[in-house]
């Protein structure tokens, strides 16, 4: 008998018990017999799988009322001996245990046939669903995610110190090409540290850094932004921890950034409107 067939009869417990034995030490010893017998497992686990799912799809409607409306036979007079058997619709207990039985086998062989594919066969790529569109990221996503980041540097908060104010002018209005005034804040709490550069949506972005009692960083951006027609209007938005309150003006795109919760940072974002 050939090993494959011998394994599968091992498998389904039909094989004597010194049968039974011998299998287990060749399939502990042989390579071979371990790689079919491992092949034939998972073949049978995929098609035991795949009939489990045949079996929970639901029993068609058209299906149960042609059950429901079926009318019992009625009585006849016996037959005689060499008449055909009379067809019955409705399977027998051993009718639908035997179709079960053969489902299962079906579903085994092609269980196994998946399980013996050799192993460089490609399977089929599953289609995946259409994602909708990201929302294209703008220059407050930046600003929030650089905030995060050297708002946490104690050492390195700024990259030109306060006491450089004449450098910080000419640095910032030579790179961003934006001309501003330095807002006092100090009424707010707020004291100047010094400045920083950095690139938000892709153009170079100044940034005047202000510390608060506590410690908290608050910083005042702005870039060129001629493409967008000014409306003064502030408009804030909350990132998780940081809040932005962002506004145009002059071609010029502002925005004050700090802790989310800062209540205080929309009173800011106007004074500082007012004298930048």
């Known amino acids: 008998m050939p ?84 067809l019955k619709l409705a399977p027998t207990g051993r009718q639908a245990l035997a179709a079960a039985l053969v489902l299962f086998v079906v579903g085994g062989g092609i269980g196994y046939l998946f399980g013996i594919q050799p192993s460089g066969t490609p399977a089929a790529a599953p289609v995946a669903p259409t994602a909708a569109p990201a929302p294209s990221r703008t220059w407050l996503d930046d600003i929030a995610a650089y905030h995060r980041i050297y708002s946490h540097q104690p050492h390195h908060v700024v990259e030109v110190q306060a006491t450089e104010i004449d450098e910080i002018t000419k640095w910032l209005t030579g790179t961003v090409g934006v001309k501003f005034n330095l807002p006092d804040l100090a009424a707010d709490g707020l004291v100047f540290q010094g400045a920083r550069v950095f690139i938000a949506d892709g153009k170079p972005t100044g940034q005047l850094i202000y510390k608060d009692l506590d410690g908290d960083v608050i910083a005042i951006c702005f870039m060129k932004d001629e493409g967008v027609a000014a409306d003064g209007n502030f408009d804030e938005t909350i990132k998780d921890d940081v809040s932005v309150v962002s506004w145009r003006r002059n071609g010029t795109a502002y925005a004050v950034v700090g802790p989310s919760s800062d209540a205080m940072l929309d009173e800011i974002a106007n004074r500082v409107s007012t004298e930048i």
């Open 3 to 86: 090993l494959e067939a011998r394994l599968s009869a091992f498998m389904d417990g039909e094989t004597s018990r010194e049968e039974k034995e011998e299998l287990e030490r060749l399939i502990a010893s042989d390579p071979e017999a371990r790689r079919i017998f491992n092949e034939l497992k998972h073949g049978s686990d995929v098609g035991r799988k795949a009939f489990d799912e045949v079996l929970k799809e639901p029993v068609p409607l058209a299906l149960v009322r042609s059950i429901k409306s079926a009318q019992a036979p009625k009585a006849r007079e016996p037959a005689p001996r060499l008449s055909p058997p009379s």
